[in-house]
């Protein structure tokens, strides 16, 4: 390849002609013009077809163009090449993971050599993209190759570090975590934050002063701030400093809601329009088996922090289920479908879009990620609590399909939001006491409309009466998903497995009867949110 002919582009050469091209590609994207932007990108590639970098640009433009479907086609084509370089095969992990193609992302993984990249950054980068989706396995091995080459790197630690906590290896991440803070230069307020989702009693004195030093030295408003104080609010708490702990929490609350505004009135319209979308016509009843080679397929959903991880690790303990995790398959198949892309769950319009749609499209890609996962398992469960919202699509894409409603106390819920830091765009609402109270009244008549419109197809767990009664309840559970009920899955503070939900510092923890009633320590401030609830709250 000659010099004088080709311009390297993240390890391919472009040809010296079709660089204007590209130059003028990027100016259109660069002032808005991304369907323009994407057919040039795509007239490069036509020219030179081996060129990989013009249709991985081209769908990111049709993409921030609206054409999620076309977007989506592209990236599953670009999936079968293999990357010239680590830096093209990390852009090709971000593309794919905009359409959740987790499968594909470890096909793609499997052919990527990295066993010579001396590029820790790029390593850790391409490692923080893998964590997210489940794909440990690879993401362990490019954090492994960081150590080996720059054993130094603080973002390696705390990535191991990350990994290691919801893989349940506390101690590896506490010391991990712990060595990054004290060797970095700045104040990695999300590893600081980590720690205090499981603070260790002997280090509460030392890691209040750590974070209350870091809040000195961190921008006001940011979002480090809002990360530290909501650690110094678990901290506190766990102390049982309830003013200070509550002053903590009043702020990083204030700067989540100015980072991050919730719009009450689009969360209105989105359940206004899931109560008025018309039934569609099909049966209430499951059917009897499941399609050819799929598990079965169980959905587990609710509000957030309902107990939905505690119900995950006792099916994840029987021999027959795999856990998905927290994932966003399934409404990126809605996305395909709607042929829109949306940054959170579901919005008005899509609903709007999806209302008379066929989600048979939408179930197979579903239940390809299912057979997957499950890796010849027999049941498989995924458990983005959110996907509440959309149980009827659910249930027209996937017929068979199973769904676990967790229930738990409303106040118990709400406060447990209040004090969880998110960065889901799902849960803006849970910065606000009256947000909060009227997000969960709007979710649970929305699941009363859903048991009405389909009986028999949702099995509502109670979180209290489970933990008080676990073997009862789980026999309840494992019958509802067609499994024999099985003692040892109650241990979920068994070895194995990842967590990586916002209950990651207690879920191994085991099934614990204490956890209800932390309000009651704050019942003083908390009057907008009992107000909002129109319950007693005594």
Not at 264 to 283: E, Q, S, Y
Not at 288 to 314: C, H, K, L, Q
Request: aromatic letters at 8%; glycine letters at 8%.
């Amino acid at each position: 390849m000659s010099a004088a002919r080709f311009i390297d582009v993240n390890g391919y050469g472009l040809r010296q002609e079709l660089a204007p091209r590209w130059q003028a590609a990027i100016e259109l994207a660069r002032r808005g013009a991304t369907a323009e932007a994407a057919a040039t990108m795509l007239a490069i590639a036509e020219a030179q077809p081996e060129f990989l970098p013009a249709r991985l640009q081209a769908g990111y433009f049709l993409l921030a163009a609206g054409r999620y479907r076309q977007a989506a086609k592209l990236a599953r084509e670009l999936a079968t090449h293999e990357p010239h370089s680590l830096e093209s095969g990390l852009h090709l992990v971000r593309l794919l993971r905009r359409f959740e193609a987790h499968a594909l992302i470890e096909a793609v993984m499997d052919r990527l050599d990295y066993s010579d990249c001396r590029n820790a950054p790029l390593l850790g980068q391409l490692a923080s993209e893998l964590g997210p989706i489940g794909l440990y396995r690879h993401a362990e091995a490019l954090l492994a190759r960081v150590s080996a080459i720059a054993p130094g790197v603080i973002q390696g630690d705390v990535l191991r570090g990350t990994i290691a906590m919801t893989a349940g290896r506390q101690d590896e991440a506490d010391a991990l975590l712990r060595r990054a803070i004290a060797r970095s230069a700045t104040e990695l307020p999300h590893a600081r934050w980590l720690l205090t989702l499981q603070p260790r009693r002997e280090m509460l004195d030392a890691d209040i002063a750590g974070i209350r030093a870091a809040l000195d030295r961190v921008r006001a408003g940011s979002e480090d701030e809002a990360y530290l104080q909501h650690g110094l609010h678990n901290l506190l708490h766990a102390a049982k400093d309830t003013a200070g702990a509550w002053r903590a929490l009043e702020r990083g609350c204030a700067v989540k809601r100015e980072l991050e505004p919730y719009d009450r009135v689009a969360t209105a319209r989105l359940f206004d329009a899931l109560m008025a979308m018309p039934p569609a016509g099909a049966g209430s009843a499951p059917p009897s088996s499941n399609p050819v080679d799929a598990p079965a397929i169980v959905f587990i959903v609710g509000m957030y922090r309902s107990g939905t991880s505690v119900v995950e690790r006792v099916l994840a303990g029987h021999p027959e289920v795999a856990d998905g995790g927290e994932s966003y398959v399934f409404p990126a198949a809605l996305r395909e479908v709607a042929d829109c892309y949306r940054p959170g769950l579901l919005d008005a319009e899509m609903v709007g879009r999806l209302a008379g749609c066929d989600l048979a499209e939408a179930g197979e890609l579903f239940r390809a990620h299912a057979r997957w996962r499950a890796a010849g398992r027999r049941v498989f469960t995924e458990k983005l609590p959110s996907n509440f919202l959309n149980v009827d699509f659910i249930l027209r894409a996937l017929p068979e399909a199973r769904i676990v409603h967790m229930c738990r106390d409303p106040i118990d819920t709400c406060f447990s939001n209040l004090r969880t830091y998110f960065s889901s765009h799902d849960a803006r609402y849970a910065s606000d006491q009256s947000d909060l109270a009227d997000y969960y009244r709007r979710y649970r008549a929305l699941m009363t409309h859903w048991h009405r419109r389909h009986p028999g197809r949702i099995l509502d767990v109670d979180y209290h009466a489970f933990v008080d009664s676990p073997a009862e309840q789980a026999g309840r559970l494992m019958e509802f998903c067609g499994l024999d009920f099985m003692p040892e899955t109650l241990d979920i503070g068994r070895e194995g497995g990842h967590s990586a939900t916002a209950s990651i510092g207690s879920v191994r923890q085991g099934i614990q009867r204490n956890r209800g009633g932390a309000w009651r320590a704050y019942r003083e401030y908390l009057d907008p949110l009992i107000e909002g609830l129109d319950i007693a709250g005594s």
